[in-house]
């Protein structure tokens, strides 16, 4: 059993930024990779940026390319999602999600937290 805990979200002028943490607890925490996905009322879900259980490989959504950064510390198991130059549309709830790094792509990992919600303001 992992648990996830968001935070970090807010509300933000256009341009600027945020940093979001996903704390993972657990026994196997550190075995998996995290991602992190958001969502828009009425929109399918995403994935925003992925990262695997070493922190050897990333996969980042083209939406977010160069203004994003993934990280993790597995010695707090904690990844954080680097947030800059932020845009209106990026405005969505933001879940972190854990499992094998193959169903980051297919947006199926089994493990979610709550989400956090950030908001752009222009």
């Known amino acids: 059993q992992v648990r996830l805990a968001e935070s970090g979200g807010g509300l933000v002028q256009v341009g600027g930024s945020l940093r979001l943490s996903c704390t993972a607890s657990g026994r196997t925490a550190s075995d998996y990779a995290i991602g992190w996905f958001r969502q828009v009322p009425g929109k399918e879900r995403e994935i925003v940026a992925a990262?695997?259980?070493?922190?050897?490989?990333?996969v980042y959504g083209d939406n977010v390319k160069g203004r994003f950064a993934i990280s993790r510390t597995n010695a707090n198991n904690t990844v954080y999602l680097q947030m800059n130059n932020l845009k209106p549309e990026d405005t969505a709830v933001y879940y972190c999600?854990?499992?094998?790094?193959?169903?980051?792509?297919?947006?199926?990992?089994?493990?979610w937290g709550q989400g956090t919600q950030v908001t752009v303001s222009s």
């Open positions: 999600a854990a499992d094998d790094w193959g169903t980051m792509r297919y947006l199926t990992p089994g493990y």
């Open positions: 990262i695997t259980w070493n922190g050897g490989s990333t």
